[in-house]
């Protein structure tokens, strides 16, 4: 880890541990709020209510499979915009914002009278309000500059394991309310979380922001991103690193939305029952933590962007094993592997991706940078699937399917060995906590009292 920054004026700022309950309360509210106020919540049910809403409505697989399209690719071609904006005047009123559009968006679905563009509409504005979300990641990679790797891998874990309730209670209210009352149930819930967001949220690089949203016109128009280290979105445009982080994220990220809507088939295929489809799935979300830490552990170990290619070999082994394995071939012995090396090198993209996004660029243009990034990883994350289905019903079998997987997944583990050298510290964001006498001005500022000007 670098060393702290020296203050000005000779003497040495203090700096706010990862480990301090600010900081901790921070991080478990915004991981309750990424979960449970967000788009995230009537996503994990759109599984779960298909065969009701279809049953009620008549409506085709097809024309309720769209609804995830609109979701995806309008939450895509609003990030990027999403994250220029928070760049520019904070998260705070953005994420806000967005809370209220899910939530409502979400209670209009309990309401909806069978029309496919009702359905449609408010899937669509899920994703343009649900992606507001990119703040949360902002705050946490700011937040964190001491241990940074080893906090976004806990909030991971935290999120997986908190994550595997949602299924359940979203299950219970459908049988004890129906499909409608679920919805009206998540969008109170979504709704019910906005003071807890408000009076909690700090923005990023600050310690107790200022509360109020909108401020008078006469009010100087603060640029939050101007205090704040990295480059600006006009030069991230313009850097190589980028891009091939970019290039090497999609065709990494690409084999596994490939093959999990395709899963069932996939094994089928190979003499495997539906039943262990389902081991599979379960065995893989149990691993993922496991990878999550150790991803983690290793960018605050290691000071190279090389660190990831171990895991991206692992990723591709795995597939590899599954490209093989078949019932009479290796069995579940070799699919348990391949299971377990995927699930684990899977659970490792988020805390060492993430992590290197700040080494490379900052937190300046955090927001418009990730949400660029995540605007293709969208889109591709909406093609893979049906290329991979394509594949196999013009050939015949999945082998086709496997081998463009495997080739993207080697190029993309390539492209990790000419990215270079971190730009910045490891310890970029870190906040010196202000004097006793700062807090005190600061406190009378906010209630409108008269600060005296200090001396020196």
């Known amino acids: 880890m670098a060393e702290p920054r020296a203050a000005t004026q000779g003497t040495s700022a203090r700096y706010e541990s990862d480990f301090s309950l600010r900081k901790i309360k921070l991080a478990t509210i915004i991981t309750l709020a990424n979960m449970f106020a967000t788009s995230l919540l009537p996503f994990g049910a759109i599984t779960l209510v298909n065969m009701?809403?279809?049953?009620?409505?008549?409506?085709?697989?097809?024309?309720?499979g769209l609804a995830m399209t609109a979701l995806m690719w309008c939450g895509a071609v609003t990030l990027p915009f999403y994250g220029r904006f928070m760049d520019r005047i904070g998260v705070r009123l953005p994420i806000i914002l967005g809370t209220i559009g899910v939530g409502l968006s979400t209670l209009a679905l309990g309401f909806i009278q069978g029309s496919l563009w009702e359905f449609y509409l408010c899937f669509a504005l899920l994703g343009i309000f649900g992606s507001t979300g990119i703040g949360y990641t902002k705050i946490v990679s700011a937040l964190f500059s001491q241990h940074r790797g080893k906090a976004m891998a806990l909030l991971g874990?935290?999120?997986?394991l908190a994550g595997a309730g949602i299924p359940p209670l979203l299950n219970w209210l459908i049988?004890?309310?129906?499909?409608r009352g679920m919805f009206i149930a998540c969008g109170c819930i979504i709704l019910a979380l906005l003071p807890v967001i408000y009076f909690t949220f700090d923005e990023p690089g600050e310690i107790n922001s200022e509360r109020r949203l909108f401020?008078?016109?006469?009010?100087?128009?603060?640029?939050?991103?101007?205090?704040?280290?990295?480059?600006?979105?006009?030069q991230i445009?313009?850097?190589?690193?980028f891009w091939l982080i970019v290039i090497a994220t999609i065709i990494g990220t690409a084999p596994r939305t490939g093959l999990m809507p395709s899963l069932v088939p996939m094994l089928l295929e190979k003499g495997f029952t539906q039943g262990d489809a389902v081991t599979y799935m379960s065995i893989t979300t149990l691993i993922a933590p496991l990878g999550t830490l150790v991803g983690g552990w290793a960018v605050d170990r290691v000071n190279d962007s090389r660190i990831a290619i171990p895991f991206k070999l692992i990723?591709?082994?795995?597939l590899f094993f599954f490209t093989i394995v078949t019932a009479s071939f290796g069995g579940w012995y070799l699919l348990s592997i391949a299971v377990g090396m995927g699930g684990f090198a899977f659970g490792t993209a988020r805390p060492i991706g993430t992590y290197m996004h700040v080494r490379f660029f900052g937190l300046k243009a955090f927001g418009f940078y990730h949400g660029f990034e995540n605007m293709f990883l969208a889109f591709a994350m909406g093609c893979a699937?049906?290329?991979?289905?394509?594949?196999?019903?013009?050939s015949g079998s999945y082998t086709s399917g496997y081998v463009i997987m495997l080739v993207c997944l080697a190029l993309g583990?390539?492209?990790?060995?000419?990215?270079?050298?971190?730009?910045?510290?490891?310890d970029i964001g870190a906040v010196p906590l202000p004097e006793k006498g700062e807090e005190a001005a600061e406190a009378m500022e906010r209630i409108g009292g008269p600060v005296a000007a200090a001396t020196s």
């Open 52 to 64: 009701p809403m279809t049953k009620e409505f008549g409506w085709t697989q097809s024309q309720y």
């Open 157 to 160: 874990v935290e999120s997986t």
């Open 175 to 179: 049988t004890d309310f129906g499909w």
């Open 215 to 234: 401020k008078p016109k006469s009010t100087p128009r603060v640029d939050r991103s101007a205090t704040l280290e990295g480059l600006t979105d006009k």
């Open 237 to 241: 445009l313009r850097d190589r690193v």
């Open 315 to 318: 990723s591709f082994i795995g």
């Open 385 to 394: 699937p049906p290329i991979v289905g394509y594949l196999r019903d013009s």
């Open 413 to 426: 583990t390539i492209l990790y060995w000419v990215l270079g050298p971190y730009r910045y510290a490891a």
